[in-house]
């Protein structure tokens, strides 16, 4: 966005500092919200405007500083540039980390763009298209329970340490390397260790010359930490249409985004909401996740993870992220504890992928056969818990058998932590997972234990 020429004052003065907030009077012409200002002589000290006030021709501007923390001083002269933040787009951006900024940030040399865009798209409602098409990605438990269709949203909801990032970066894996896609990754409020991490992955795992990723450090301001989710979002949108090709994006995490507003929102002396937050956390998520859709041109198929703070899935902020998602993988601690991988709560997660039309008659009829058996599952648990499996009918006995198979038959092994657990990635074809399951239901492997599943990649492996 920019302003036309006009007649008018175009500086202004620095009033007010109080930690990351400034307020900078100006007269003649009103700057806009979002505008970049900069101080005079130094245009690599950036302010960022969030809020107005005017008296006759006199204009307060309360600002953000993004950058040049020590340069600021009370009597400071600023400068307009009628734009929003700039973020570099094109192909330059693949294989590259980068800042909100757009400068490099894996020790390798700068670059330059042709092309730079404003951070703060806005969807195009007549470009939207929608689709019907399942992206396979190769990982059991969700492509069976979880579909997801290409252009949509998957939301990996789970609390610290429960596997997001894994299951997230091994999605990463799967459908670049396999379905040859490229990738945008926003890092948002993670430790600087993880983002070294998750590049080196990629690096080794011979796809990081097809994904642009852009970080958002948690030591960094909150300012900086909400700006990353746009840019990223940005250079997706940039890689549709410019390319005009299906795009994955991911974020880790999204809560981290929200939190970083809600931070930005105190620091602007904002009156919060339920449970602390923000009094815009709708708005402020539906910024981001309506310009992650498909056009025309392309798609773009957003994976999310969701921290979900003290495990607590009711928790305000993150049922303000839960209705923009098509599905939702919940991942759950006892699962993890059990050492079930990855870690999903079956039952709580959803999709709303799972129609007949759309994964077809027979996957529809085995999902809901399997939802069936593992809630029968979780209330016999209940009983053997404290009478033992000897007290259950041969029926329910078999039932629970047959959901503990399941269960343990939607466990893998994953090709970016093989170095770790000296086991060999697995990807498996969903027609595999449905014969699987179906194997299951009909009571065509009730002979063999239930331990036997674990970690075995089709259901012909048990014969191995």
């Known amino acids: 966005m920019e302003i036309k020429k006009r007649t008018g004052k175009k500086r202004g003065i620095v009033r007010e500092i109080r930690g990351e907030v400034v307020k900078v009077e100006m007269h003649g012409e009103s700057p806009f919200l979002k505008e970049i200002l900069i101080l005079e002589g130094d245009p690599e000290v950036r302010l960022e405007v969030h809020k107005l006030s005017s008296s006759g021709q006199t204009f307060v501007c309360v600002c953000v500083i993004l950058s040049g923390f020590e340069k600021v001083y009370k009597g400071a002269s600023v400068e307009r540039t009628g734009k929003q933040l700039q973020i570099p787009v094109g192909e330059e951006l693949l294989g590259r980390v980068i800042d909100a900024f757009g400068n490099p940030r894996d020790g390798t040399e700068d670059f330059t763009t042709e092309k730079t865009r404003s951070i703060y798209g806005e969807p195009s409602y007549e470009e939207v298209s929608s689709g019907q098409e399942v992206v396979q990605t190769g990982i059991k438990t969700i492509d069976f329970f979880t579909p997801l269709i290409k252009g949509e949203e998957i939301g990996l909801f789970g609390g610290a340490g429960v596997g997001k990032t894994i299951l997230l970066v091994e999605l990463m894996h799967n459908v670049v390397f396999h379905q040859k896609k490229l990738l945008v990754y926003a890092g948002l409020g993670e430790r600087i260790r993880e983002g070294h991490k998750l590049h080196k992955t990629l690096k080794d795992v011979g796809i990081l010359s097809s994904a642009s990723l852009i970080y958002g450090q948690m030591n960094e301001t909150a300012s900086i930490r909400v700006n990353v989710g746009h840019a990223a979002a940005t250079i997706a949108e940039h890689f549709r249409d410019s390319r005009g090709e299906d795009i994955f994006f991911f974020i880790d995490n999204v809560y981290r985004f929200l939190q970083a507003g809600n931070e930005l929102s105190m620091m602007l002396d904002e009156i919060p909401s339920e449970g602390g937050y923000q009094p815009t956390l709708q708005t402020d998520i539906g910024k981001l996740e309506e310009r992650l859709s498909s056009s025309k041109k392309g798609a773009i198929t957003s994976l999310q993870a969701v ?88 029926e329910n006995r078999t039932v629970y058998y047959r959901a ?7 466990t893998q092994y994953f090709e ?14 969903i027609e595999d997972t449905v014969r699987g399951v179906e194997a299951i239901l009909r009571g065509e492997v009730d002979e063999v234990p239930p331990e036997k599943f674990l970690y075995i ?6 014969e191995k």
Do not use: C, W
């Open 404 to 410: 503990q198979k399941l269960l343990n038959f939607m």
């Open 307 to 394: 921290y979900v703070p003290a495990d607590d899935i009711t928790d305000p902020g993150v049922q303000a992220i839960l209705p923009f998602f098509d599905s939702s993988a919940v991942l759950s601690r006892e699962v993890y504890r059990e050492g079930r991988y990855p870690a999903m709560d079956i039952l709580t997660s959803s999709s709303t992928a799972v129609e007949p039309e759309i994964v077809g008659k027979k996957h529809y009829r085995l999902y809901m056969e399997a939802r069936s058996i593992l809630e029968k599952h979780k209330d016999l648990e209940q009983i053997v818990s404290i009478v033992g499996e000897s007290e259950l009918s041969a």
């Open 457 to 462: 990649e089709t259901i012909n492996d048990l």
């Open 416 to 429: 970016v932590v093989s170095d770790q657990t000296g086991k060999k990635g697995q990807y498996v074809d």
